[in-house]
């Protein structure tokens, strides 16, 4: 509690010194699933406080209902419930008839109450129901929640709903990273690395350069990024708080310097460098800055990640001839080659159970999204000609979705596709090319 | 023997003076200057009609810009006769500094192109160095797919970005 009014104390800090929001960025599924679990959320009761101007219970800043509700509805997963066919609008336990949402065909329902306690502090209470065993599956209950960290518990209801229908973690309680690129004319242009909410909301600037950037790695505590900058000329690695402007170059050596990725632990950076004469995988301690080469081979060692358990690395090497993947243990011992089809496989990184590999592949004349098995070297494309260019993904912290880049009608896009391939995602901007995305780690809860 | 040998030698003469009078048609239906052909124009190795063959019009000092194939660092021709042009030219400046900059097209990862450009500058580099810019500092620095000079998603457009630009 004491640790999340920090955070919260951080956002405010950002919104104010780096200028107003953005507008907001809208999720729309492109394809869904034939048939999600049909959930019923019901709208919260609101008690408490009574503004004495209005006469009215103080209504709070954010619809917590509405954001559990779209949050399930846009994974995917689940089919929302008009609620023109509620025959009752229960938000207490002892009012919830089965009955009713059998009737309504729900097979999931969330009821809950906001009380107002002045200040611009609510506590919220929440329920999650499995109609067909008549069950409440989820219990919750957030005491003093500033206005401010409604959308942040909002995420995380669903996220409790949504691991208590499926089986899974959620992820709606995340963040993404990504850069947008505005076009000034003559060949300027202004780069800007920006983190938004899971949903899209409150997308805010954490630095802006005429020069590009590239590659942001979120910290495992979600608190920090890492990304290649190339605002000196040349490019360079700068670890950045997400909270404050606070930012540190660690990697201007010579040559390039590409491709941090965070060891689980936080205490290691892996990253590209050519100081030696070409591309070799290095990992840097973070509280030592002492660094140590992994690979050393002339061909271009590239894009390590880490595999969940922080004992080995794989990366993109062209040493076979054509860029592909490699596996190498943490002490650069026990090389591997992991991918055999095609001529282009790279930047892969692991899914959170370390049981598969997403990557960019290139089987034919289009560049792919493909996930690998790992156990059986199967690979599957998850993106076809609907776009194209397709770049950076990257998995959500629970492994369902995969988030990445591509260029559709001329523009840049972020998309998402769930690991099965089945349900797919595009996240609209107003304007300006969108590139680079990165899908943050679970932060702490409240 | 010696029959057949001062017949052989006939034949010699006369494929010597038909020639000899082609030469001389040649001549005199175009400049006189044109008579000998400049196998070396520029100092580059090649004549003037051989680098128009590659593309290059005039010195090839004047091309700053090599451009290379698909995921390839490997220098054409063209590239090489201008890469050594530059050679050519530092080699009388020592001491002043040359960048190459290597740039990719769009397509492939950022990271794979960041350290591909990195190659394809290393390669000028050396080239340059062999011939005859060895005095002269001289750093590569990639950007990758990040300044593409030709905006559009085509082959055309990707053929001019992949390059490394020559400066000093």
Redesign the interface.
């Known amino acids: 509690m004491k640790s999340f009014k920090f955070v919260s104390l951080g956002i405010l800090v950002v919104t104010s010194l780096w200028g107003p929001a953005q507008a907001q960025i809208n999720i729309e599924i492109t394809q869904g699933v034939a048939r999600g679990i049909p959930v019923a959320v019901v709208p919260f009761a609101l008690s408490g406080q009574i503004d004495p101007v209005t006469g009215i219970v103080v209504s709070p800043p954010h619809d917590v209902s509405q954001i559990v509700n779209s949050d399930l509805a846009r994974s995917g997963e689940f089919d929302s419930i008009p609620s023109d066919r509620f025959l009752s609008l229960p938000s207490k336990p002892e009012d919830v008839r089965f009955k009713d949402w059998r009737v309504a065909k729900a097979e999931a329902l969330v009821i809950g109450e906001i009380r107002s306690l002045g200040n611009d502090t609510y506590s919220i209470e929440a329920r999650g129901y499995d109609v067909f065993r008549e069950k409440m599956v989820v219990g919750r209950r957030f005491d003093e929640v500033p206005g401010n960290l409604l959308r942040k518990v909002s995420h995380q209801i669903a996220d409790y709903i949504y691991e208590a229908m499926t089986g899974r973690p959620g992820a709606f309680d995340t963040q993404i990273a990504y850069v947008t690129v505005e076009r000034l004319g003559q060949g300027l242009v202004n780069n800007y690395l920006r983190v938004a909410d899971s949903d899209g909301y409150g997308p805010r600037t954490v630095f802006q350069s005429s020069n590009s950037i590239i590659s942001p790695s979120w910290s495992p505590d979600a608190t920090r990024l890492a990304y290649v900058s190339f605002e000196a000329n040349r490019s360079q690695i700068v670890v950045q708080d997400v909270n404050s402007p606070e930012r540190n170059v660690v990697a201007s050596f010579k040559g390039i310097n590409g491709a941090p990725a965070w060891s689980p632990d936080g205490n290691f950076l892996a990253y590209t460098s050519s100081t030696s004469g070409n591309a070799d995988i290095y990992v840097m301690d973070m509280t030592t800055r002492t660094r140590q080469q992994i690979t050393k081979h002339w061909a271009i060692d590239t894009e390590a990640a880490w595999s969940p358990d922080g004992q080995s690395l794989v990366f993109t090497s062209d040493r076979s001839g054509n860029p592909h993947i490699y596996r190498i243990d943490r002490d650069g011992s026990r090389l591997e080659r992991l991918t055999f089809n095609g001529k282009y496989n790279a930047r892969a990184s692991y899914s959170p159970n370390g049981q598969s590999l997403v990557m960019i592949s290139r089987p034919n004349k289009q560049f792919h999204v493909a996930i690998m098995d790992l156990a059986t070297g199967e690979q599957k494309s998850l993106t076809g000609g609907e776009v194209s260019l397709v770049e950076s993904p990257s998995f959500a912290p629970n492994g369902a979705m995969i988030l990445y880049a591509a260029q559709k009608e001329y523009n840049g896009i972020l998309a998402a596709v769930s690991a099965d391939g089945r349900v797919k995602q595009e996240l609209r901007f107003q304007n300006g090319d969108v590139k680079e995305p990165a899908w943050s780690p679970s932060g702490p809860r409240f | 023997m010696n029959y057949k040998m001062s017949g052989a030698l006939v034949v010699a003469m006369l494929l010597t003076l038909t020639a000899c009078g082609k030469k001389e048609t040649v001549a005199v239906e175009t400049e006189p200057a044109q008579a000998v052909v400049d196998s070396n124009a520029f100092g580059s190795g090649y004549s003037v009609t051989d680098l128009e063959a590659m593309g290059i019009m005039g010195d090839p000092v004047n091309y700053r810009t090599v451009f290379f194939a698909y995921?390839s660092s490997e220098i054409a021709e063209r590239s090489r006769v201008i890469i050594e042009a530059h050679s050519r030219a530092l080699g009388s400046q020592s001491g002043v500094e040359v960048t190459l900059e290597g740039h990719c097209d769009?397509?492939?990862?950022?990271?794979?192109n960041?350290?591909?450009g990195?190659?394809r500058a290393?390669g000028v580099a050396r080239l340059m160095s062999a011939a005859g810019a060895g005095n002269n500092p001289t750093q590569?620095?990639?950007?990758?797919e990040?300044?593409p000079v030709a905006l559009e998603?085509n082959d055309g457009a990707w053929s001019q970005n992949r390059r490394v630009e020559i400066l000093y």
């Open positions: 995921d769009e397509r492939g990862t950022r990271e794979y960041l350290a591909l990195e190659r290393q590569s620095v990639s950007y990758g990040e300044r998603h």
